[in-house]
């Protein structure tokens, strides 16, 4: 297992915690007081230095409707 820096290490972290608590990014950003901008760059930067990185939340883009008559 590779060792991570301390700036690796944060932005993982921080990809985690959303991961973990199904919010999408730019929620989890939102509550941290983090760049989106930044928090998307860091999870790119670290797919390419091959660090493993939790998969990312999708909300539901839809939601089902009854429709009554």
């Known amino acids: 297992m590779m060792?991570?820096?301390?700036?690796?290490?944060f932005w993982?972290?921080?990809?985690?915690?959303a991961s973990s608590r199904q919010?999408?990014?730019?929620?989890?950003?939102d509550e941290q007081n983090l760049a989106l901008a930044e928090?998307?760059?860091w999870e790119q930067r670290l797919v390419?230095?091959?660090?493993?990185t939790p998969?990312?939340?999708l909300p539901a883009r839809f939601i089902a409707v009854e429709v009554c008559r």
């Open 48 to 52: 390419v230095q091959r660090v493993p």
């Open 12 to 17: 993982l972290g921080h990809l985690f915690h």
């Open 55 to 57: 998969p990312r939340h």
């Open 23 to 29: 919010m999408a990014l730019g929620e989890c950003a």
């Open 39 to 41: 928090l998307l760059a």
């Open 3 to 9: 060792e991570l820096t301390a700036t690796q290490a």
